[in-house]
């Protein structure tokens, strides 16, 4: 009869230790709703005026842990965590990129470069293998696009080149160019070049064999770099400062016009490419970054109830959300943002959110507690989030299924 009912004690206290647990994960994973939608996937998803939930700390960061008011002390919650991160790469990555399968149940293909300029695949064991060896230099810059299917990648030589990642071949591009991005569908490429002392816009398709070359515009500005959310309209962004005042423009493609997009000290965005949706960020004082969604012409729909960097924040590949690293804390006490950060004069500690914006959810994707990370270069399909791990170089992955 003792042993029974020490064994029925054992049993209700494991059931409420799993339960417990998962509670504390299903708390820690819904954090908040954004106000102001009516419907589900209505719009606005926030109140540009809405109280921003969450406090700034010593080191300038928006906390991340006080947009939860729950509690993830279970080792259970943290073990979970730590079983979905993972390390990828055996060494630092120079740029990496993602393919969005066709089928959803497929798992994306994961490529990077590694500080010899060599293209290396990984492969679904883990495996890593070198598909492609440049000899064009030590990677400085790289950038996909909407599927993954090509990559373009600044050298430290100078060398501009697109690397295509079916038939692993490389195209070498003008090395003149100052700023590049790929289309919405991936298919041509914008970029800007010298021309006198001002810059030109041209568009090029590179899904042909022939140049198609277009001049879209001569423009007196300087230090910028481009977008290109959506298929008429290309951003211009001016290099970000906390204390530059700075102005972005939208250009129309169909009628050729230039239209003010924004303004603001340290001014900044993220756009996505799969839907009309941008991220804003504006310094508003020397260690505090504000972020706003905004559609692409430049209208706030809602302010977000943290501080983060451009940097650190992206929009998914496949989906209608958006991935921001925030900053629990920084190192070196005060910094000026986004200067030091760019400068790499600070680094920061994260937790991951994702910004549903169909449904109009925030939600803690990954945990500071579990690990030390200062997430940059964000990138998520299907289940699959990305990220490079300033402390080390390395490339991370959470499984988010």
């Known amino acids: 009869?003792?042993?029974?009912?020490?064994?029925?004690?054992?049993?209700?206290?494991?059931?409420?230790?799993?339960?417990?647990?998962?509670?504390?994960?299903?708390?820690?994973?819904?954090?908040?709703?954004?106000?102001?939608?009516?419907?589900?996937?209505?719009?606005?998803?926030?109140?540009?005026?809405?109280?921003?939930?969450?406090?700034?700390?010593?080191?300038?960061?928006?906390?991340?842990?006080?947009?939860?008011?729950?509690?993830?002390?279970?080792?259970?919650?943290?073990?979970?965590?730590?079983?979905?991160?993972?390390?990828?790469t055996t060494q630092p990555v120079m740029g990496y990129w993602m393919t969005v399968p066709k089928i959803a149940s497929t798992t994306p293909q994961i490529f990077y470069l590694d500080q010899k300029g060599e293209v290396v695949e990984i492969d679904q064991t883990g495996k890593e293998n070198v598909v492609s060896n440049s000899n064009l230099g030590i990677p400085v810059r790289s950038l996909q696009n909407i599927d993954g299917s090509k990559v373009i990648v600044l050298f430290d030589s100078g060398i501009l080149a697109i690397f295509d990642t079916a038939s692993k071949v490389w195209q070498s591009l003008d090395s003149s160019i100052s700023s590049f991005v790929f289309s919405p569908d991936g298919k041509s490429i914008a970029y800007v070049k010298p021309n006198g002392a001002r810059n030109s816009i041209y568009t090029q398709n590179i899904s042909t064999t022939k140049k198609n070359l277009t001049l879209v515009a001569t423009l007196n500005i300087q230090d910028f770099s481009i977008a290109w959310p959506s298929v008429s309209t290309i951003i211009l962004v001016p290099k970000p400062a906390n204390q530059f005042y700075g102005q972005a423009w939208y250009l129309n493609l169909k009628n050729n016009t230039l239209n003010s997009l924004g303004f603001g000290n340290g001014l900044d965005y993220v756009f996505s490419q799969k839907a009309n949706y941008g991220i804003q960020f504006i310094s508003t004082d020397r260690s505090k970054i504000s972020v706003s969604i905004i559609n692409?012409?430049?209208?706030?729909?809602?302010?977000m109830p943290f501080s983060s960097i451009a940097a650190k924040c992206s929009f998914a590949q496949d989906a209608i959300a958006a991935y921001c690293a925030i900053p629990v804390s920084y190192t070196g006490g005060a910094v000026t943002l986004p200067d030091d950060y760019l400068k790499k004069a600070t680094f920061s500690n994260d937790s991951i959110y994702k910004i549903d914006l169909s449904s109009s959810q925030l939600t803690k994707i990954v945990d500071s507690g579990t690990a030390l990370i200062d997430a940059t270069d964000i990138r998520a399909a299907s289940s699959t989030l990305l990220f490079v791990n300033r402390l080390d170089g390395m490339l991370y992955r959470f499984n988010m299924q």
């Open 1 to 88: 009869m003792k042993r029974t009912a020490i064994i029925i004690i054992v049993v209700i206290i494991a059931v409420a230790v799993a339960v417990g647990v998962y509670l504390g994960y299903q708390k820690s994973k819904s954090v908040i709703s954004l106000t102001g939608s009516t419907q589900q996937g209505a719009l606005p998803i926030g109140t540009s005026n809405g109280e921003a939930a969450g406090s700034t700390n010593q080191g300038g960061a928006a906390s991340a842990e006080n947009i939860s008011s729950t509690s993830t002390e279970e080792a259970g919650y943290f073990q979970d965590q730590k079983q979905r991160l993972s390390i990828l």
């Open 296 to 303: 692409d012409s430049g209208k706030k729909l809602a302010d």
